[in-house]
């Protein structure tokens, strides 16, 4: 789920959040590196990425981010509130890229 937004003077940025089959990709750090390395390069190094998954800690127990079990139905509530996050109500949609909606879901 992405959701495209400009907030006061920070310019345009995304919002997004990745599931990965675990069994294929591991190490959500390094997977938010990657992300951030290949966002400064379609910026030319004009782009800023910022990752949770870098500072986990912070959430303690009701850490909803990283390597997340299937059957955990108790970590359910700190995703839900994760996501929750990054689609708020308080930053509205400025911009709207030409053709697509304000989320979307890659394949």
């Not at 599931?19 to 294929?24: I, T, V």
């Not at 870098?54 to 970590?75: A, L, M, N, P, V």
Request: hydrophobic share 25%; aromatic share 10%.
């Amino acid at each position: 789920m992405e959701q495209q937004d400009r907030n006061d003077g920070r310019g345009y940025h995304i919002h997004a959040v990745y599931f990965f089959n675990d069994n294929e990709v591991r190490g959500d750090v390094y997977k938010a590196i990657q992300f951030g390395e290949l966002w400064e390069d379609i910026t030319h190094g004009h782009g800023y990425m910022g990752s949770c998954n870098h500072d986990k800690e912070r959430y303690g127990d009701e850490c909803g981010i990283g390597r997340i079990e299937r059957g955990d139905r108790s970590i359910r509530r700190y995703l839900h509130k994760a996501v929750k996050y990054l689609v708020k109500d308080a930053q509205h949609l400025r911009l709207r890229p030409e053709g697509r909606d304000a989320c979307g879901r890659g394949s």
